[in-house]
């Protein structure tokens, strides 16, 4: 994982000591700043499956899903895009659809909601990091679709709707949905009726933001996972003539099935096992199946002293010395 300063506090929204370097941080904050990285990179795995043929095509209207995958996508994997976009897609929200809304609450009677309202949108301007983004449209969206669909709906039944998406608890309600692309348009396309009012509220800021959806997706991305591909596979390789010097393997094993034969031909096996894993690694996602098939072959799991925080310490001390911050 690239993780730098700009990408953890823009990107995944998470403030950093000042002046502090990143190999300093607490071991707190450096496995958040990991689990929310893992979120993150699950979910723009997804909205690239989802996004299929069209993700490394220029996108700049909606008409579908795909088309929102891209667009979305492509404002998340750019720290500074990210951070302009959503501060511009927000503005023009509190300047337009959430004035709007305010007004059709005042002509109702129900000025009472507005701080209730105020309390949700206060709380999002807070956030930072794609998480706000994705907030801030799923909240935006669902305002026009108020203003634009719902302004001749009932009292009765246009208050059911600011209960329900205007709640203390709409923002942990919007998050959880960002486990991948599917679950969250799955959340938010039943509630907005298709992508006409995403774009909607898109539109406008996406114009100001044209040249960043007219190039293509980073091309290094590519390059550092082949990077990361080439790196896990030295590691295997490096644990794999550990196994057999620790095995005490002889240069030409007797054809007797003694202890060492025996070993060697563990040692043979789990090679191979391991090496077949290695090369079936496209990502550094694909990290975790070959860590196990290789941690499994090893024979520790159950051995007495063996603890996580052990074998942690272990792997940290081996990238380290490969020179892997």
Known sequence: MNLTREHITLTLGIKLPLNESLDNLSEDLKKYIISEQMIYENFIDSIKKYASEKWDKVVTTITDWKDAAVILGKVITD??????????????????????????????????????????????????????????????????????????????????????????????????????????????????????????????????????????????????????????????????AKLRQEANIPPQPAVKQTAATKQYATATKTAATVGAKAGQLKSINDLPGAFETWFNSLGLKDQNGVSQSLILSKVKDTLTKMGVK
């Open 79 to 240: 720290p500074k895009t990210l951070s302009n976009f959503s501060d511009q897609l927000w503005r023009n929200f509190k300047n337009s659809i959430l004035n709007k809304l305010f007004n059709l609450l005042k002509k109702l009677k129900l000025d009472s909601y507005i701080p209730q309202i105020q309390k949700v949108i206060d709380d999002i301007t807070a956030l930072t990091g794609w998480k706000k983004f994705l907030a801030a449209t799923s909240i935006a969206s669902i305002s026009q679709y108020i203003t634009s669909k719902l302004s001749t709906l009932s009292v009765e039944g246009l208050l059911k709707w600011i209960k329900s998406y205007f709640s203390s608890e709409i923002i942990s309600t919007i998050t959880s949905k960002l486990t991948d692309f599917s679950t969250y348009v799955g959340w938010l396309q039943p509630i907005i009726k298709g992508t006409e009012i995403l774009f909607d509220v898109l539109k406008p800021t996406i114009d100001k933001f044209k040249t960043a959806f007219s190039l293509k997706i980073n091309p290094t991305t590519q390059t550092e996972n082949k990077m990361k591909k080439e790196l896990l596979k030295k590691i295997i390789k490096e644990e794999i």
